[in-house]
């Protein structure tokens, strides 16, 4: 069964260092999500692709967190400098199309994050 | 803009029992509501969902109804299982595919 893929699954890091996470959708995935999840909240979104285009990333703290898409495929997220509010868990989802009514998300295991 | 708001846990039942987890929500328009679910070490899961009014989600004996006159989609079960304890989140979409969850529940059943 196809599987939205995360790496790393665990990441601990000093503060001020850089952080990057990486995501593979489901093949054939035109659209993918990066969420971010504090303990106790539910996720939310931090940047939305549609093949290698930004779509949404209203959310998404642009001084320090950039994401790219390059080839429309598999994705990278950064931080730089992390800082200790960054703790959190990074997940990523894909969906098939945007059609106008909703596509189901799937989601992969997630990178839990931790800034010392 | 859009809310979620769930019911806080942590829920502790005994196997057997019957589970209700509240859900309400605040939204322009006529959202999609639905269920995720994250059993531990995994990802999200799409539990159930529902897309209009009066709409009933149903999946893995869990259900859910679409009520827009209260603004609610309360999950239900007659009879868990020790397999159900995970976190459950309720969540919703405007039509632009962005999901706005709620706070998460965290369900656990004891033998």
């Known amino acids: 069964e196809a599987e939205v893929a995360q790496s790393p699954r665990y990441k601990i890091t000093e503060k001020s260092q850089a952080v990057a996470f990486w995501c593979d959708p489901i093949?054939?995935?035109?659209?993918l999500y990066w969420y971010r999840q504090i303990l106790g909240q539910g996720p939310e979104l931090l940047v939305q692709f549609q093949d290698e285009s930004v779509v949404d990333d209203s959310q998404l703290p642009k001084d320090r967190f950039s994401a790219e898409r390059l080839k429309g495929v598999d994705s990278t997220l950064k931080i730089q400098p992390a800082e200790l509010g960054d703790s959190a868990m990074y997940l990523c989802a894909s969906s098939s199309e945007v059609t106008g009514s909703y596509n189901e998300q799937f989601f992969g295991p997630g990178t839990r994050l931790t800034v010392l | 803009g859009n809310s979620v708001t769930q019911m806080e846990g942590p829920v502790t039942l005994s196997e057997e029992a019957f589970l209700t987890i509240n859900c309400t929500y605040t939204a322009t328009g006529y959202p999609s509501l639905f269920w995720y679910v994250q059993y531990p070490g995994e990802g999200l899961q799409l539990l159930l969902k529902a897309t209009k009014a009066d709409d009933k989600g149903s999946n893995k004996g869990f259900e859910a109804t679409y009520r827009k006159e209260t603004t609610s989609f309360h999950l239900e079960k007659g009879s868990v299982q020790v397999s159900d304890s995970a976190v459950y989140f309720c969540?919703?979409?405007?039509?632009?595919?962005?999901?706005?969850f709620g706070t998460g529940t965290r369900l656990t059943i004891i033998p």
């Open positions: 969540a919703l979409t405007g039509g632009n595919e962005k999901l706005t």
């Open positions: 093949s054939g995935h035109a659209t």
